[in-house]
């Protein structure tokens, strides 16, 4: 069946980087669309990046350029790499992908501050 488990969460300073995974099973992420998703505390859940079955990335606008999302084919993971981390980036980080339906992990924490 299909299982999505988060990692790479942590604490850290402003400007410091993360690389959070995204570790599927019961399905190929080359071939398949994931998602990013985030929920700042107090805030609503919010998309941060997609990559489709072609390896499209898109982004939300606010996102781009220091969010990277990719697929490491050879562990059947996705990848959200966060350079220059900001206080407003803290949150649950969450992937997800549709097969049958909705999918979502159960999140890896992101906390940034000084």
């Known amino acids: 069946q299909v299982q999505l488990v988060e990692s790479g969460g942590g604490s850290v300073q402003p400007g410091q980087s993360l690389r959070l995974s995204c570790a599927a099973s019961g399905f190929t992420v080359s071939t398949s669309a994931m998602s990013w998703y985030r929920q700042p505390p107090g805030r609503e859940y919010e998309w941060v990046a997609t990559i489709d079955s072609d390896d499209n990335t898109y982004y939300e606008e606010t996102m781009e350029g220091r969010f990277t999302i990719s697929k490491d084919n050879a562990k059947n993971t996705l990848i959200l790499q966060i350079h220059s981390l900001k206080p407003e980036n803290t949150a649950m980080y969450y992937c997800?992908?549709?097969?049958?339906?909705?999918?979502r992990g159960q999140g890896t924490q992101v906390t940034v501050s000084s």
């Open positions: 997800e992908t549709n097969k049958d339906r909705q999918y």
